[in-house]
């Protein structure tokens, strides 16, 4: 069974800000198909010294893009994404191919609720 054949509908949320009398509020920007697999909990380690704990791995086409404050949404959870692509070129590192896949890592926020 492929990767592909596991992904989901997640939603990309934006923060659109407030106008006058219209209180701001996070809306759906767009919607993508995606994996989303919780990881372990265990801390990510950099030079011996704690830095980031990577909540969950999205895997995605690389065709979608992303922008530095959206948030990720599926099933009620929201997420941040936690930097660059862990793999921007695709899964080999070459050329991307079709059925190609991008990761990246995710930490869990409450913006929003």
Not at 68 to 93: H, M, N, Q, S
Request: proline residues 5%.
């Amino acid at each position: 069974m492929s990767l592909k054949s596991r992904y989901k509908t997640i939603k990309i949320l934006e923060y659109k800000e407030p106008y006058f009398a219209n209180p701001g509020e996070w809306v759906t920007k767009g919607i993508f198909k995606g994996l989303i697999q919780p990881s372990t909990g265990s801390k990510v380690y950099n030079n011996g010294k704690d830095t980031t704990n990577v909540d969950a791995l999205l895997f995605c086409d690389i065709s979608v893009v992303f922008e530095e404050k959206d948030i990720l949404e599926f099933k009620g959870v929201r997420y941040k994404i936690a930097g660059a692509p862990v793999k921007p070129d695709g899964i080999t590192g070459i050329t991307p191919k079709r059925g190609q896949h991008a990761e990246y890592n995710l930490v869990y926020t409450q913006e929003g609720l």
